[in-house]
């Protein structure tokens, strides 16, 4: 008899003892493999005052949670909807002065979670940004020191440390293993960074499929506080393998934001509904199938 518990959560309480001010990061990539079923349910919660930490390139995700104003801080390199453009509700922010924008671009990002990852105090980069006016924008970030090697000056920044990490895949197992069926996108690295790690999936499987071949692993159940069986969790973005981005349904989103009218957004898809399975149940199916791919 296995001595490994359940890890399986509902999306309330999964985010429920989530607090105000936290440091969040949600993996993916533009708008494949977002785990969005969890970001609702934070706005759902009504966070307030939280810190984002996103990967290199993302998007939809912090521009929701920023028109729910529930963003107090943000690192960026990049936040846009891709073949769409900038994210509209981001922008608008930041160009008014509602949110604090730490401006620093994907390295350092990455390496900022990597040292986090590695429990480094800081990592050290050649001393190209001096070229930039990062260092002038964030001196909080990016600061000269001396190579005790070479005694030439090189740029050191910070471990990037999230205090939740959100993570969608394809399938995972009540232990909290999971599986992508397309490329992998830092998930090694932000789950390792990062304090706590909440896991959304497509479908829960048997453990024996993880044993079966434990190499396709994309994420250890170790690292994982819990599971949440989240159905259409990327929607309206892809998750590889499953379904493809909902084209239509971007379009609306975008147009919207670009009017400043994403509470209206919000009140239609997201706030009525106690979870994103009450969401989902209410969307159009025939359309909801024409995204799915075969298997």
């Known amino acids: ?6 890890k399986i959560k509902s999306l309330a ?11 969040i990061l949600a993996g993916g990539v533009h708008l494949s493999n977002t785990p969005m079923a969890l970001v609702r349910q934070l706005i759902r919660k009504g966070a307030k005052d939280l ?29 846009g909807l891709e073949f769409l453009g900038l994210a509209p509700n981001f922008r608008r922010a930041a160009e008014a002065g509602k949110i604090e924008v730490v401006d620093v671009d994907e390295p350092t990002i990455f390496h900022g979670l990597r040292a986090a990852a590695s429990g480094l105090p800081f990592v050290v980069f050649p001393p ?12 909080q970030v990016y600061k000269s020191i ?8 090189v740029v050191a920044v910070p471990p990037l440390q999230p205090d939740v990490c959100f993570v969608h895949v394809a399938k995972a197992d009540i232990y909290g293993n ?5 490329g992998r996108h830092m ?18 499987v ?6 079966a071949d434990p190499t396709r692993t994309t994420i250890p159940g170790v690292l994982v506080e819990a599971v949440v069986h989240a159905p259409m969790g990327a929607w309206p973005g892809a998750c590889p393998g499953v379904y493809d981005y909902d084209r239509p349904h971007l379009l609306e989103y975008n147009e919207m934001a670009k009017k400043n009218e994403t509470s209206s957004y919000l009140d239609r898809f997201v706030r009525p509904h106690a979870d994103d399975t009450a969401m989902i149940a209410a969307l159009d199916d025939e359309h909801l199938s024409r995204l799915r791919m075969a298997r």
């Open 13 to 23: 309480e999964a985010v429920a003892d989530i607090p105000d001010g936290a440091k």
């Open 51 to 79: 810190e984002i930490i996103p990967t290199p390139a993302t998007g939809l995700w912090v521009d929701m949670l920023i028109a729910a104003d529930a963003v107090r801080k943000i690192h960026v390199s990049y936040i």
């Open 206 to 211: 048997d453990n024996a499929e993880f044993c």
């Open 128 to 139: 190209i940004h001096l070229l930039t006016d990062l260092p002038k924008v964030s001196p």
């Open 178 to 182: 999971g599986l992508s069926l397309g």
């Open 146 to 153: 001396v190579d005790p090697f070479t005694g030439k000056t």
């Open 187 to 204: 998930e090694d690295i932000i789950t390792k960074a990062s304090k706590r790690v909440i896991l959304s999936a497509e479908e829960i």
């Open 1 to 6: 008899m296995s001595l490994r518990k359940s």
